[in-house]
T-cell receptor, first 111, second 111 residues
Framework: DVKVTQSSRYLVKRTGEKVFLECVQDMDHENMFWYRQDPGLGLRLIYFSYDVKMKEKGDIPEGYSVSREKKERFSLILESASTNQTSMYLC??????????FGSGTRLTVV | QKEVEQNSGPLSVPEGAIASLNCTYSDRGSQSFFWYRQYSGKSPELIMSIYSNGDKEDGRFTAQLNKASQYVSLLIRDSQPSDSATYLCAVNWQYGNKLVFGAGTILRVKS
């Protein structure tokens, strides 16, 4: 019954590595989003996409990029991981103005 | 002024009581409003959506919306220890499909 799937639940990477976080949804949603969540800072939007091959910057895009080659898949890329990117990363999808469905999250630690 | 504001809590209520969670927002153009529940270490789960002024009930949950005063609230009747979580208010932003989240209110239900 899983509808938004994030590829990894926990991930440990080294500083400077290129990191790929994958998200797949099976609800045919046009909208997909990447957030990070940190204690005391809440949910912060990194990037979002309203359609295949399109992307828009959110509030904190620096150090990140995204790819959406297929409607169901939205990838977040950390070009050169840094320790300040240690966080919980949440993918979400939605249709129209309906609420988001979130994935289970990826807890990324950069050492 | 923050775009979506919530009292961070913690809000402590005894088992069986009514928990009242409040949220204010700054964008008068917002049309869609959501409440999410997030357990520690888990991703947010959509529990209520409301689009028009007034009350909307779903089981023990009631969402209330007042667009003139720009606030939305969530009432939880007969609170249970399993309701202990962080509750996030989310509002669509500037007629778009992007949601802006409040920082969340921690609810603790004591048995």
């Amino acid at each position: 019954d899983v509808k938004v799937t994030q590829s990894s639940r926990y991930l440990v990477k080294r500083t400077g590595e290129k990191v790929f976080l994958e998200c797949v949804q099976d609800m045919d949603h046009e909208n997909m989003f990447w957030y990070r969540q940190d204690p005391g800072l809440g949910l912060r939007l990194i990037y979002f996409s309203y359609d295949v091959k399109m992307k828009e910057k959110g509030d904190i895009p620096e150090g990140y990029s995204v790819s959406r080659e297929k409607k169901e898949r939205f990838s977040l890329i950390l070009e050169s991981a840094s320790t300040n990117q240690t966080s919980m990363y949440l993918c979400a999808s939605s249709s129209g103005t309906r609420g988001y469905t979130f994935g289970s999250g990826t807890r990324l630690t950069v050492v | 002024q923050k775009e979506v504001e919530q009292n961070s809590g913690p809000l402590s209520v005894p088992e069986g009581a009514i928990a009242s969670l409040n949220c204010t927002y700054s964008d008068r153009g917002s049309q869609s409003f959501f409440w999410y529940r997030q357990y520690s270490g888990k991703s947010p789960e959509l529990i209520m959506s409301i689009y028009s002024n007034g009350d909307k009930e779903d089981g023990r949950f009631t969402a209330q919306l007042n667009k003139a005063s720009q606030y939305v609230s969530l009432l939880i009747r007969d609170s249970q220890p399993s309701d202990s979580a962080t509750y996030l208010c989310a509002v669509n932003w500037q007629y778009g499909n992007k949601l802006v989240f409040g920082a969340g209110t921690i609810l603790r239900v004591k048995s």
